[in-house]
């Protein structure tokens, strides 16, 4: 199975100031149909996730954008240019790319304001 | 406008069985890809299963065996029958539509005597 690790697994930031997540794969998630299928999501407290990034770095309609995802292979991005307070959450990774058998979530990064 | 809305949950029994319910609107249901997530409360997400537009199916090792997701495309829904419960299957379980664009709010399942 692909393990999927996210670091830091805690991030305090000051509001206004940037926040970069990293998440590592087991294994490559370039698919055979040559897309990496790795996506970011955010979930609020109280909420239901919501996808901000698909395929490494395409955003989701409605996501600001100072979101951001890049990488390539096994080794991916998030970014937010400058923390807002309404983007306190959990924020995990996701590989689509050995779906099916299966789809493999990060442990998640809880980003909470300094 | 998607919307995905769960049903079902409630508290079981170890051993027990429950339906999941999932009633899809706002695209064209028959042509996606449907999943269930799980989250214990204050836990990561766990994916449980998927059900292809063919009606190909996918299970998580932890819950193969037990569960089983099927769909109804003339009803716009998608189900997981959930039989010899445990309590670590006690969580929210949501579903989700395609690359999981889309989620619903969710549904609590508690297996607990």
């Known amino acids: 199975d692909v393990v999927m690790t996210q670091s830091p697994l805690s991030l305090p930031v000051t509001l206004g100031q940037p926040a970069s997540i990293s998440c590592r794969s087991s294994q490559s998630l370039v698919h055979s149909d040559g897309d990496t299928y790795l996506n970011w999501f955010q979930q609020r407290p109280g909420q239901s996730p919501r996808r901000l990034i698909y395929k490494v770095s395409n955003r989701d309609s409605g996501v600001p954008d100072r979101f951001s995802g890049s990488g390539s292979g096994t080794d991916f991005t998030l970014k937010i240019s400058r923390v807002e307070a309404e983007d306190v959450g959990i924020y995990y990774c996701m590989q689509g790319a050995h779906w099916p058998p299966s789809i493999t979530f990060g442990q998640g990064t809880r980003l909470e304001i300094k | 406008e998607v919307q995905l809305v769960e049903s079902g949950g409630g508290l079981v029994q170890p051993g027990g069985s429950l339906r999941l319910s999932c009633a899809a609107s706002?695209?064209?249901?028959?042509?996606?890809?449907m999943h269930w997530v799980r989250q214990v409360t204050g836990k990561g997400l766990e994916w449980v299963s998927s059900i292809g537009s063919g009606a190909d199916t996918y299970y998580a090792d932890s819950v193969k065996g037990r569960f089983t997701i099927s769909r109804e495309n003339a009803k716009n829904s998608f189900y997981l029958e959930m039989n010899n419960l445990r309590a670590e299957d006690t969580a929210v379980y949501h579903c989700?539509?395609?690359?999981?664009?889309?989620w619903g709010q969710g549904t609590l399942v508690t297996v607990s005597s």
């Open positions: 989700a539509r395609g690359w999981l664009a889309d």
């Open positions: 706002g695209f064209s249901f028959s042509n996606f890809n």
